[in-house]
């Protein structure tokens, strides 16, 4: 009974290194998001994916890409990590089922830029 | 514009001292409010979801409770183990007619023995 895996739990990079942060979820689930979480700042949206085959940008997209793989899996990709781009990240999944339904929530990635 | 506030930021009870949570919130069209826990170091956990002004959830000592613009997570007689960061949120519809979770900062509680 996994619900919403993340990987990696952790991630050094380098200014202007690159990486991809993998999610993956197993309820079967239709909607997916990525969240980036500061002190202070509460969960703030990245991207999301209402369906397979869509993506969208939330609030906060600028540095970041999204790949929805298939129904199962979300990436989020920093193309060129910058230090304010520390944070840390994670991934949601929900479904609406015609009526309003909670989000559950990976274990996050701890992502540190320096 | 979509807003969820929560008060206090930080709060410290001794053990058995009932308390509090303050979720206040702004949406077009309010679809639900969810409580969540969040420990250090893992993601958020679902506690409550609450549709509709008047409705009460509970689950072991915690109680939470929905007005037309405030939401309240009423602790009664906390235990060390119910420190953590409890977290608001509520559902509002995107522009593509999909729908987003908008979180507050989050109440952080301390309860100490």
């Known amino acids: 009974n996994a619900g919403v895996t993340q990987t990696p739990k952790f991630q050094v990079l380098k200014t202007g290194q690159s990486m991809t942060l993998q999610c993956a979820q197993d309820?079967?689930?239709?909607?997916m998001y990525w969240y980036r979480q500061d002190p202070g700042m509460g969960l703030r949206l990245i991207y999301y994916s209402a369906s397979e085959g869509t993506t969208d940008k939330g609030e906060v997209p600028n540095g970041y890409n999204v790949s929805r793989l298939n129904k199962r899996e979300f990436s989020l990709r920093l193309e060129s990590a910058a230090p304010s781009q520390t944070s840390v990240y994670f991934c949601?999944?929900?479904?609406?089922?015609?009526?309003?339904?909670?989000?559950?929530f990976g274990q996050g990635t701890r992502l540190t830029v320096v | 514009e979509d807003q969820v506030t929560q008060s206090p930021e930080a709060l410290r009870l001794q053990e058995g001292e009932s308390s509090s949570l303050n979720c206040s919130y702004t949406v077009s069209g309010l679809r639900g409010l969810f409580w969540y826990r969040q420990d250090p170091g893992k993601g958020p956990e679902f506690l409550f979801t609450l549709y509709s002004a008047g409705e009460e959830k509970e689950k072991e000592r915690l109680k939470a409770t929905l007005t037309k613009k405030e939401s309240f997570l009423h602790i009664t007689a906390p235990k060390p183990e119910d420190s953590a960061t409890y977290l608001c949120a509520v559902q509002a519809m995107m522009t593509s007619g999909t729908y987003k979770y908008i979180f507050g900062t989050g109440t952080r509680l301390k309860v100490l023995a």
């Open positions: 309820m079967n689930h239709n909607s």
């Open positions: 949601a999944s929900s479904d609406w089922l015609g009526i309003v339904t909670e989000a559950f």
